[in-house]
């Protein structure tokens, strides 16, 4: 059995800024980290296969440098890392996207081992759609099963899954039958930290390269020309700047008096 | 006595070789360690032996230090007459009587009143483990019976010479005040009667010799009378603040994870403890009753290291888990995320164990080869490694705290001073404050100083402390890149923890730079006459001050913060009544500073607390830790208007308003 986790390598979104002129993010000298909601999906992957002794394929598609994201996920215990990576696949939108990684599922499901379960996260912290989980599993025809914050029950050969969707204010338990994709929250776990013999092992491994030669995509379905949706303009909302009205070391008593006032005159205490 | 040395030789022979193979048996261990970078100062070392061993210096700065001096004399002095006791005892014509009447007669003196003087510091140190022990469990079976056993040795040892007396048989009779008092209590007996009576002494004596050689020597603490002069011979050079580098190829083993991972100085020093209790009573984490006693910490390493001796010999896997559930010769995981690693316990060791890096060896192993820390340090590890700061903040925000001030890049041809600001300096809302200070007092002394920006990283302190080598190693091969590239050469840091980190631990990746701590160089601008004092700063009040062990414990910085503060409030800081190389720590060394407290009372409360009984109005920090832990810490106590200040602010307050 072969459990798939697909992870993203995004950009740490604290230090993005976007061009104002391509509206496009601003990628260049900025450090790259694995999108935290797969951390978890990966996470949980590995402990089904601890729990289990099922085999792992870590799966991103990217640029040649997202190998990094694969790396980490070889020194967390993965036995298959590969990336999906070419130039056509380039420009992709959410479908595109789906596209290619299902492709890659597929190819792993004859080439490796049955897929029971692939893992996705939630959504990004780029991208931030949240479509690309889905819709690698109506592209597969498995069962989707979102936002899953706890797996209550899992039988492999019963191919049967229960899992428990955290939804606004409530849960909500789901059964389906395998193969399932499921996206995950951060709730589900807590990820796990490498350990440096593993690290050392992953700094020397090789990430196995699949570009469209390998997964033979029509190429109307894949990057620029196979993503239907178009960015029309991305920009920072303009927001006034702040401005520093006292020193509440200096004078701790003052400053909040001050700040009571400023929240009085808006009528912003409930008096 | 003919039957007596056909009785004694077989038993004297039995005894010596059973003595040296015990010996054998547990020190032979010791090699089982991995071998050491040593040192060959042999003059160093001996001088180390002369002064902490035979001089007991540590020993003295405690109340009974003067009786273990004089039990440990007297003990050097009595092996001598001991060893002659045996030869006698085997060869009966073998006497020190036979030596010329001017050496034989002051040996008797001697010997005479230092027994008196052993008992009376028997009796003493009965005395202090009965009503003043060192810590609650120092009132051990083992401690007594050690103590009971010299006493019969020594009164024993009066028989003898009584006995003698009274038959007449002592030449220097005259020149043994005591047992000649003694003698005096045995007028009246019969020839046969003192016959027997030295008989028993004799062999009272001999047997209470045997038992200590046997027994207590080999197998109780009292092995230290040999190992731990050994140890002080052994002392490592320079302050252990610093634990050896770890190669990061496959194939490695990292941490000590297995009783024979650590070096053998570390095995060797498990043998040579006391149980004196000093460390125990002066760690923070031990005396606020959380789970970390360095005293047990070596008890389990040794204790360790016997269980599983053999079959580490014989390569088998060892039976007893060194890191476990904390029985004995277990320490527990809980204990070494404890430790604060402020140095407090190695400092007070009369005898040199150093505890504190092997705590950090146990660490390593657990964050590096098992990946096993408490959750808290998980977001710690990544901000480390990602963003090379604790909180994670975006690298781009550390020049922020000097967005309002002229602040230079530090450039390597024009600049002389790099201003390392670190990361609580450039994060850090309260600390932020200090580094503005700084600035300030650097601008008006008219130094030469720059900073690095948004390129200056973390130093790497808290993870090399917990035990995060791995990370470590990577943020220090990157900073001391960025430092050579930079021309860097002078460093001024306001953190004792970016200061020891820079100038102790960097060096071990070649990189030699003259590191200032702001406090000694504030104190070295005023004494210079760069910076003029207008006198304010006397309004501060009472100010009392705290050492950050990583200022002075670490590195023995102590008199340039005091020196600082006196100049500029016109008198010497108030002390707080554990100061120096004695000072308690604030609880947020060695990575403490980013985890919880779960158990015990709250370190920082209890320094809090021993900062108010000197009723200060300020008191006053040189790190950004302290300054933390201060503040909180006075949160929760009733102390109105107590301000927490580092030493650059009070400078800044007389030198800038
Ligand atoms: C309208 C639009 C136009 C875009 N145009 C461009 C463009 O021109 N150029 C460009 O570079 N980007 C572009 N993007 C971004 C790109 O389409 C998305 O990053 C990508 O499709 C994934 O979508 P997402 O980030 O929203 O992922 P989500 O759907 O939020 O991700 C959910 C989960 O799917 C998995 N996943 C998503 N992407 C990957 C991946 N690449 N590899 C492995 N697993 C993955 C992860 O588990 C992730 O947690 C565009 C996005 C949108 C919405
Ligand atoms: S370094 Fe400090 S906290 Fe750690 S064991 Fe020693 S005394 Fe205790
Ligand atoms: S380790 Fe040192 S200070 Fe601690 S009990 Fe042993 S001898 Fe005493």
């Known amino acids: 059995m072969l459990i798939v986790a697909c992870i993203k390598q995004v950009p ?190 992953a700094a020397k491994a090789t990430v196995e390269v699949w570009n469209n030669q390998v997964l033979k995509l029509d190429e109307q379905k894949i990057g620029l020309k196979g993503s239907p949706t178009w960015v029309s303009k991305i920009f920072s909302p303009d927001r006034a700047v702040g401005e520093i009205l006292g020193d509440g070391f200096a004078d701790p008593e003052g400053t909040a008096e001050m700040l009571i006032e400023k929240l009085l005159a808006k009528d912003m205490l409930p008096i | 006595m003919p039957q007596q040395t056909v009785l004694f030789t077989p038993l004297l022979v039995a005894s010596v070789a059973f003595f040296a193979w015990s010996l054998y048996r547990q020190l032979s261990l010791v ?115 050690i103590l009971s056993v010299i006493c019969v040795h020594m009164l024993a040892y009066f028989g003898i010479n009584a006995s003698e007396i009274s038959q007449g048989r002592e030449l220097a009779a005259a020149y043994m005040p005591v047992s000649n008092v003694l003698a005096g209590l045995l007028v009246g007996m019969t020839a046969e009667e003192l016959g027997l009576f030295h008989v028993v002494s004799w062999w009272t004596h001999a047997i209470a010799l045997m038992v200590l050689m046997n027994l207590l020597i080999p197998y109780s603490k009292h092995l230290h009378v040999f190992t731990a002069i050994a140890n002080c011979f052994m002392r490592r050079e320079g302050k252990p603040n610093v634990l050896p580098l770890e190669a990061f190829v496959e194939g490695n083993v990292f941490g000590a994870g297995q009783v024979d991972l650590f070096s053998r100085k570390d095995l060797f020093d498990s043998f040579a403890c006391t149980k004196c209790g000093n460390c125990q009573n002066a760690c923070p984490a031990a005396f606020t009753g959380k789970a970390m006693n360095p005293r047990l910490l070596v008890n389990d390493i040794r204790v360790n290291l016997l269980v599983n001796g053999s079959r580490l010999k014989r390569g088998e896997a060892p039976i007893l888990p060194l890191i476990g559930n904390g029985g004995e010769g277990s320490v527990s995981e809980e204990a070494l995320w404890n430790c604060t690693t402020c140095g407090a316990c190695m400092e007070s060791c009369p005898v040199f164990i150093e505890q504190m890096p092997k705590i950090i060896q146990l660490r390593r192993h657990l964050v590096e080869t098992e990946a096993q820390f408490p959750e808290e340090l998980l977001n710690l590890f990544e901000n480390m490694e990602g963003r090379s700061n604790p909180w994670g903040i975006a690298p781009s925000e550390r020049a922020k705290w000097c967005s309002q001030l002229d602040v230079k890049p530090f450039d390597k041809n024009t600049t002389e001073y790099l201003f390392y600001v670190g990361c609580a300096g450039s994060f850090d809302s309260r600390n932020k404050h200090v580094s503005v200070a700084m600035a300030q007092l650097l601008d008006r002394a008219g130094i030469s100083w720059g900073i690095l920006g948004k390129d200056e990283k973390c130093c790497g302190d808290s993870v090399r402390r917990l035990g995060n080598e791995y990370v470590f190693d990577k943020m220090a091969r990157e900073n001391v890149e960025i430092f050579r590239e930079r021309g860097v050469r002078k460093v001024i840091t306001q953190c004792p923890h970016c200061f020891s980190t820079l100038k102790n631990d960097y060096r071990q990746y070649g990189l030699e730079l003259e590191v200032i701590h702001h406090s000694e160089l504030l104190r070295n601008l005023v004494q210079d006459g760069y910076l003029k004092l207008n006198g304010t700063a006397g309004e501060m009040g009472a100010v009392v001050f705290h050492d950050s062990c990583y200022l002075g414990r670490h590195n023995d910085v102590y008199d340039a913060p005091r020196e600082a503060l006196r100049a500029a409030t016109g008198t010497a800081p108030k002390e707080i009544g554990r100061n120096r190389n004695n000072a308690f720590c604030c609880g947020a060394g060695g990575g403490r500073m980013w985890m919880e407290e779960h158990s015990g009372e709250r370190i920082n409360l209890t320094r809090v607390k021993e900062a108010l009984e000197e009723k200060p109005d300020t008191i006053c920090v040189a790190c950004p830790y302290c300054l933390t832990m201060f503040e909180d810490g006075l949160k929760d106590v009733n102390a109105d208007g107590v301000k927490v200040l580092d030493v650059a602010e009070v400078m800044a307050e007389a030198v800038l308003r």
């Open chain 1, 12 to 201: 740490d979104t604290t230090q993005v800024q976007i061009d104002p002129v391509t509206n496009t993010l601003i990628r260049d000298g900025i450090p790259f980290i694995v999108n935290p909601y797969d951390t978890h999906a990966l996470e949980e992957a590995l402990r089904l296969k601890d729990r289990f002794g099922c085999r792992v394929a870590a799966i991103s598609m990217g640029p040649p440098n997202a190998e990094a994201t694969l790396k980490k996920a070889l020194a967390l215990g993965v036995d298959h890392a590969i990336l999906l990576s070419d130039r056509v696949f380039g420009g992709a939108d959410t479908l595109a996207t789906s596209n290619v990684l299902s492709a890659a599922i597929r190819k792993l499901h004859s080439d490796v081992d049955e897929v029971g379960l692939v893992l996705c996260g939630k959504q990004t912290i780029d991208g931030d759609t949240a479509q690309v989980g889905p819709g690698i599993a109506s592209r597969l025809g498995y069962q989707q099963l979102t936002l899953v914050d706890r797996i209550v029950d899992l039988n492999f050969s019963g191919k049967i899954i229960r899992v428990s969707r955290k939804l606004e204010g409530r849960h909500e338990i789901v059964e389906a039958p395998l193969p399932a994709m499921l996206t995950v929250v951060r709730e589900l776990n807590r990820p796990r930290y490498p350990k440096v013999p593993m690290r050392l092992a």
């Open chain 2, 31 to 145: 090699g089982l360690g991995k071998p050491d970078a040593g040192g060959t100062d042999y003059v160093r070392s001996l001088r180390s032996m002369l002064v902490y061993a035979f001089g007991q210096k540590r020993i003295l700065r405690h109340p009974f230090g003067f009786n273990h001096l004089l039990m440990f004399w007297a003990c050097v002095f009595l092996v001598v007459v001991n060893i002659e006791f045996m030869l006698e005892g085997i060869f009966p014509s073998l006497s020190l009587a036979k030596l010329p009447d001017r050496i034989y007669f002051p040996i008797c003196f001697i010997s005479d009143i230092l027994s008196a003087l052993v008992i009376l510091a028997v009796v003493n140190a009965v005395i202090r483990r009965m009503f003043f022990p060192a810590y609650a469990q120092a009132r051990t079976f083992e401690a007594f019976v």
